[in-house]
């Protein structure tokens, strides 16, 4: 009957708060307790190295380019040995919004996300980050790739010298 | 003390009640009849009749008045349609009682001068109160309230929702 | 003169007392609201402040005296400064009739454990709390905003509808104590309290109190998601914790009203008088909290037509049949 559906809907849900009153609460009390964030979480980024210990960064402003706060920016440079890199990148963690488009550009995985999210700060100018701070003595994400084994000619190897590569051809003959 | 108290209470609320007819504000002059009627009430309380005082409170100041407050507030009255000043035609009806009040205040004082004939004082408790009510004027106090019943029963036939008729029929 | 400033300093001491435990009370009952919904929704409510947040009440007093006193610029000034004053006093004062033990013999002479024991005593709360609705409402009206206005006419309009039903639902008490005042009405309910005897005239009281003291589910005059915060928009800084101490000191007196009236004040078995009246004041508050942590709001229409169609008539009809019961059992004079 319609009565009793309603007098059962206005009563139990009595029951069923007092039974949660005496539950444990599932809140994770942040400062004291913290989650185990999962393996591909969004945080602030990192500038990753190579599996040669150098920066992976080549300074493209793809990222940049990307960002749709316009948050990275970066002055690009070039090595005697035809390397490139940043002379300097700054991130603006004020304005980031942490979308990720910026690892998504990135062509030679140098900029990833990291799961640090404790960037609280009371001052705005503490929160522009430099390559000092960004760069991190690891891989990242896919610590095996090194983008100068498969591409940037000569650059650490010499040409043809990479395991995936073929000799060069050489053009002043024809002999095979 | 009784007598000190008593003329406080009757100065706040005769102030009250001027401040209330002269405000310009709806909602100031409601705030100020409640304080006359809270004056009021408390006057009563000091003649002896606890239950009246509680009733004059209940009623007055806590009933009537909110609907009062109510209905003023959901006109919603800008500051430019609050009452303009009183003319001399509003003006005249409120000196001629004012006027019988003075009359009548000297002619009580002509004939008692010392203020004998005041109010003898009884105490009223609730219970003879009641008793007074329903046995005394039990007949008076139904009438009223069959009054009241009919004034509710035409206020409700009046303010029924019509059904919706023909067009040519409603005009 | 001796004997007259002792009895005045036994007064003063009492009144003391009664103040300090009530709004004590008030800002705990704060904290155990917070603490119980929460718990409720599996959180675990402020535990910040001191152990557990104990000492929370006290951080929400330093920081709403802190806070700055925000007049609106189209306010009207006077009322809006009066009106978080009344709401809160309204609530203070009607505790004065409220007995909270039996009569103390202490030097020799007798103190009543009640501010004032009036023989009207039911009538002075009933007006009180009719006049309770002012703070609410010229609040809202001062503010001179519209979500204040709606919050404040929805107050008005809910609080006249359900005091016609409180009032009528306390009349078979009154039928069966033979009396106004709240001394007697606990006295007469030392056998078996009136909630057993008359547990209809119960219920609707307690609804209709939870109406009068806003709370869920009949909140409407705040109704956040509709009308921000009601009448107490634009009230900020320690006018809006007058509000907020008068609506729990209202939770207060409203439970020690509801268990002089209905749960036999003071009386019961065993532990002394006092504690029994603290617990019962206490339970009802809890059984207040469980309510907000369990019900949805209602609709406006809702609430008006359960307070005229179903209370109301309720009510009539329970005053009826207990007079008539009265009568055969020829319990009338």
Redesign the interface.
């Known amino acids: 009957m319609n009565l009793w559906r309603d007098i059962k809907g206005t009563f139990q849900p009595f029951w069923i708060t007092l039974r949660y009153l005496f539950k444990r609460p599932v809140t994770i009390s942040y400062p004291e307790q913290k989650r185990t964030l999962p393996p591909r979480y969004r945080a602030r980024m990192i500038l990753t190295r190579d599996p040669d210990g150098e920066e992976r960064c080549v300074a493209c402003h793809l990222c940049s380019a990307a960002c749709p706060v316009d948050c990275i920016s970066m002055q690009a440079a070039e090595r005697a040995d035809g390397r490139r890199h940043a002379a300097w990148f700054r991130i603006n963690f004020a304005r980031c919004i942490y979308c990720g488009l910026c690892a998504e550009a990135c062509p030679t995985l140098a900029i990833q996300m990291s799961s640090e999210y404790e960037l609280g700060n009371r001052d705005l100018l503490k929160l522009v980050w430099e390559k000092e701070d960004l760069l991190v003595d690891h891989g990242g994400k896919d610590p095996d790739y090194h983008f100068y084994r498969h591409t940037g000619i000569g650059v650490v190897a010499p040409r043809g010298g990479n395991n995936d590569e073929l000799p060069p051809v050489d053009i002043k003959t024809n002999l095979p | 003390m009784a007598s000190l108290l008593f003329y406080l209470l009757a100065a706040t609320a005769l102030l009250a009640t001027l401040l209330c007819i002269t405000r310009r504000?709806p909602?100031?002059a409601v705030?100020f009849l409640?304080n006359a009627f809270f004056a009021l009430?408390l006057m009563f309380y000091l003649l002896g009749a606890?239950?009246i005082?509680?009733?004059e409170?209940?009623v007055y100041?806590?009933?009537i008045m909110?609907?009062f407050?109510?209905v003023i507030?959901?006109l919603?009255l800008s500051p430019e349609s609050q009452r303009p000043a009183l003319s001399r035609r509003q003006w005249a009806p409120a000196l001629l009682l004012f006027l019988l009040l003075l009359i009548s205040a000297g002619l009580i004082l002509t004939f008692d001068p010392a203020g004998q004939a005041g109010v003898p004082f009884f105490y009223a408790?609730?219970r003879s109160f009641g008793a007074a009510l329903f046995n005394r004027y039990g007949l008076a106090v139904e009438i009223v309230s069959f009054q009241l019943l009919f004034a509710a029963a035409g206020a409700y036939y009046l303010g029924r929702r019509r059904k919706a008729r023909q067009p040519e029929e409603s005009s | 003169m001796n004997d007259l400033l002792l009895t005045g300093l036994l007064m003063l001491i009492k009144l003391g007392m009664i103040l300090a435990v009530l709004l004590t009370m008030a800002a705990y009952l704060v904290l155990a609201e917070r603490k119980l919904l929460a718990r409720m929704q599996r959180r675990y409510g402020p535990n910040r402040v001191g152990f557990g947040g104990m000492l929370q009440p006290l951080a929400d007093l330093i920081k709403l005296l802190t806070k700055e006193d925000f007049l609106p610029a189209q306010a009207?000034k006077w009322?809006f400064l009066l009106a978080p004053g009344l709401a809160a006093v309204t609530a203070l004062l009607a505790f004065a009739v409220v007995p909270f033990a039996p009569p103390l013999e202490l030097f020799g002479r007798q103190l009543p454990m009640v501010v004032c024991d009036?023989?009207?005593g039911i009538?002075?709360f009933?007006?009180l709390s009719?006049?309770a609705?002012?703070g609410v409402?010229?609040g809202g009206?001062a503010s001179n905003s519209k979500y204040a206005?709606l919050g404040?006419?929805r107050a008005?309009?809910q609080?006249?509808s359900y005091?016609l039903a409180m009032?009528l639902s306390i009349v078979p008490v009154i039928l069966m104590a033979r009396?106004?005042s709240l001394t007697e009405i606990v006295q007469a309910q030392a056998s078996l309290p009136f909630a057993l005897t008359n547990p209809l005239a119960f219920g609707i009281f307690f609804i209709a109190a939870l109406a009068e003291s806003k709370r869920t589910p009949f909140d409407l005059p705040e109704a956040e998601n509709e009308l921000v915060a009601g009448f107490h928009t634009e009230y900020s800084g320690m006018r809006f914790g007058l509000f907020f101490v008068g609506e729990y000191l209202n939770l207060v007196v409203l439970g020690a009203i509801i268990t002089s009236l209905f749960l036999g004040g003071w009386h019961g078995p065993l532990l002394p008088p006092i504690i029994w009246f603290l617990g019962k004041v206490l339970a009802v508050a809890f059984v207040f909290i469980w309510i907000r942590g369990t019900l949805p709001r209602l609709r406006y229409d809702q609430l008006m037509a359960f307070g005229w169609k179903a209370l109301l008539p309720l009510a009539l009809v329970n005053l009826l049949a207990t007079g008539g019961i009265l009568l055969w059992l020829g319990g009338a004079s």
């Open positions: 504000s909602v100031h705030i409640i009430a606890p239950l005082a509680a009733w409170v209940i100041a806590g009933a909110v609907l407050l109510f507030m959901t919603e408790s609730p | 009207d009322l009036l023989n009207v009538l002075y009933f007006g009719s006049l609705v002012y409402a010229l009206w206005l404040a006419l008005m309009g609080m006249l005091e009032g009396s106004f």
